[in-house]
Structure formats: C-alpha cells, structure tokens
C-alpha cells in the first residue's frame, strides 16, 4: 500500500520519464519540487536541470579554444563562474583537448588559478564591462544555449580576454565565491 502511494512521486525522485514527458507530468500534477535554489527555476527541477548541458558547454569551449591562433590554444585558461561550469571542462575537457578550467566558486577557489598566465582566458559567463576592468581586450566568441538546464546557465556569453591588466593574486582574492 505505501510503494502504491510513492509511485506518484516517482517521476520526481528518479529519472524514469524523457525530459518532455517530465515536464508534462510536474504540470498536470502540479508537483514541481523546491529546490532551495536562489535563482530561477526552468522546466525542470533543478536536480534534473542540472544534467543538462554541460557536455555541451565543454564542446562550446573547445570550438572557441579551436578559433584562437596555434600559440594562444597551447597557454590558454578557462574560467568557469561556478563549480558546474568548471566540473564540466574538468569532467569533458580532456576528450576535447581542454586544459583545467579555474573558478572562484566554493572548493574551486581554494586550488587557486594553477598555472594560468595573463594573456589568454576564455571566461564563461560574467559582462563586458566588469571583464574589461581586467583585460585590455574582450571579445564575445560565443553564446552558450541550453533549453533544458537551469535558467541562469541558458544564454550565457563566452568570451575570450587577453592581456590581464590586473595582478594576479588580488584577481584571484576578489573572485572567492562561497555560496
């Protein structure tokens, strides 16, 4: 009796329906989950929302790494503006030829920027008028879509930055995000 009152629920709590078909069901039931999120909400929960794109986003990256000159590909540094982007070049990137990506984010901001230099970032997220605070030079490469993910992830710019203007270790200090 209490599996048959659960089952309900299931679709929520497990993966067991085609996104579209989830979709249909939290708005025929009304049974959209909180989730705690500060931000937005898409379709999706934002457990489900959360699998969605990031394969894409690495793919993203590495066309716009593949757009730079041979010399800036080989020094280049990927910036994410959380854990998930910079999880998703960690987890994608190699396949792809990507180097580690850096962030600010939580645990990300401990490891510190690694062996980034200052001539080439690709940033992922953030706006032109905060980046070019930083780099003499700030280019919109691309924008990242993503229906199916969370809201805030879904049309963001992918930039390339050259020539930090900044130094390093007060950049580094200034972009500690632990939420």
């Given at each position: 009796?209490?599996?048959?009152?659960?089952?309900?629920?299931?679709?929520?709590?497990?993966?067991?329906?085609?996104a579209?078909?989830?979709?249909?069901?939290?708005?025929?039931?009304?049974?959209?989950?909180?989730?705690?999120?500060?931000?937005?909400l898409?379709?999706?929960?934002?457990?489900?929302?959360?699998?969605?794109?990031?394969?894409?986003?690495?793919?993203?990256?590495?066309?716009?790494?593949?757009?730079?000159?041979?010399?800036?590909?080989e020094?280049?540094?990927?910036?994410?503006?959380?854990?998930?982007?910079?999880?998703?070049?960690?987890?994608?990137?190699?396949?792809?030829?990507?180097?580690?990506?850096?962030?600010?984010?939580?645990?990300?901001?401990?490891?510190?920027?690694?062996?980034?230099?200052?001539?080439?970032?690709?940033?992922?997220?953030?706006?032109?008028?905060?980046?070019?605070?930083?780099?003499?030079?700030?280019?919109?490469?691309?924008?990242?879509?993503?229906?199916?993910?969370?809201?805030?992830?879904?049309?963001?710019?992918?930039?390339?930055?050259?020539?930090?203007?900044?130094?390093?270790?007060?950049?580094?200090?200034?972009?500690?995000?632990?939420?």
């Amino acid at each position: 009796m209490v599996v048959l009152g659960a089952l309900p629920a299931l679709p929520i709590a497990k993966a067991v329906l085609p996104a579209d078909a989830l979709i249909s069901y939290l708005r025929a039931t009304g049974m959209m989950p909180d989730s705690g999120e500060r931000n937005a909400l898409g379709a999706l929960p934002q457990h489900f929302a959360d699998q969605h794109g990031w394969e894409e986003l690495a793919r993203a990256v590495a066309k716009v790494r593949d757009s730079l000159p041979a010399e800036e590909r080989e020094r280049v540094c990927v910036f994410g503006q959380n854990y998930g982007e910079a999880g998703a070049i960690e987890y994608f990137g190699p396949d792809l030829g990507l180097s580690k990506a850096i962030s600010g984010h939580n645990s990300y901001w401990l490891w510190g920027p690694g062996d980034c230099g200052r001539e080439v970032w690709i940033v992922l997220g953030d706006d032109r008028e905060t980046l070019e605070t930083i780099f003499a030079s700030v280019e919109l490469a691309a924008t990242f879509a993503c229906g199916l993910c969370m809201p805030y992830q879904n049309d963001n710019p992918i930039w390339v930055c050259r020539g930090m203007k900044v130094e390093s270790e007060p950049l580094w200090r200034s972009v500690r995000k632990f939420i």
